[in-house]
């Protein structure tokens, strides 16, 4: 009888120091500070139109097969979020995705100003960097639960360089668009328990002005395993989509990018 208690008061003291761990877990919906870094697998799909000066269409081209541009790549990922009182919160976030190509046309094709021959070496580079930032208010906030309306401007700068180097030609022509947009999308978390617990945002814009159609659209889902009260691993997928077309004569064509893949992050929050 003595060994009987003697085991079910050790298994109390147990299950005691556990409670006291898990209790040092405090819900990820009450983090005041987040800083995410890590790596997006992105594979990208691209096709672009640049049309010349003058009016001409310019040929449709699918970066990767045309210009050779690798379809797929590692990029770093940064996000930071900082919550002032229950409800209100800021994100910080940066995406990059620059690309570079060396292929042999098989074909002759238009873009922008310049004829490109079937046999000339084309060295090309695609770029696309955004920078966010983002508000969003919680509109249902509990220790399992945090679903918040969000508000933004993304910071988009896309540049598109094409260039042959030969004894006889020497072509340079490139594309650049930029600009500030506002996003409009949700946040979400749900906690399954004191360790694990998910993450998801999206983002998206879409405007048609002054000959002008685009749209921007960011996704994410992450599942995330507290190593430590302050320090989590996640694991995730993420989504970007852009779009970009325009009418105005001197800077006609359009711009389709299609990015997305797993990403692994290392996340510290307070």
Do not use: C
């Not at 120091?17 to 009450?30: I, R």
């Not at 640049?50 to 310019?58: A, F, K, L, R």
């Not at 302050?230 to 694991?235: E, I, P, T």
């Amino acid at each position: 009888m003595m060994a009987r208690r003697g085991g079910w008061a050790a298994l109390a003291l147990l299950a005691a120091g556990t409670v006291h761990a898990d209790g040092d877990y405090l819900s990820p919906t009450e983090d005041r500070v987040r800083i995410s870094l890590g790596l997006v697998r992105d594979t990208a799909s691209t096709s672009v139109q640049v049309d010349s000066s003058t009016g001409t269409p310019g040929d449709d081209i699918n970066a990767e097969s045309v210009f050779g541009l690798d379809p797929h790549k590692f990029e770093p990922k940064f996000e930071a979020m900082v919550r002032a009182g229950e409800r209100h919160r800021l994100w910080f976030d940066y995406f990059e995705l620059d690309r570079t190509g060396n292929a042999v046309l098989t074909a002759p094709l238009l873009f922008k100003d310049a004829i490109l021959f079937q046999g000339d070496p084309v060295q090309s580079e695609l770029g696309l960097r955004a920078l966010g930032i983002t508000y969003g208010y919680s509109i249902l906030h509990t220790s399992r639960y945090e679903i918040a309306a969000t508000f933004g401007v993304e910071s988009t700068d896309l540049l598109a360089t094409a260039r042959v180097e030969t004894q006889t030609r020497h072509i340079y022509e490139s594309e650049n668009q930029a600009g500030p947009f506002p996003v409009f999308g949700a946040a979400a978390t749900w906690v399954a328990s004191s360790r694990f617990y998910f993450d998801g945002r999206a983002r998206y814009f879409r405007v048609n002005v002054d000959q002008l159609d685009g749209s921007l659209g960011l996704y994410e889902i992450d599942a995330l395993y507290r190593l430590r009260p302050n320090v989590s691993f996640a694991l995730g997928y993420s989504e970007v989509r852009a779009s970009l077309a325009s009418n105005q004569r001197s800077q006609a064509g359009f711009f389709d990018l299609t990015t997305k893949g797993p990403q692994f992050f290392v996340r510290v929050a307070f």
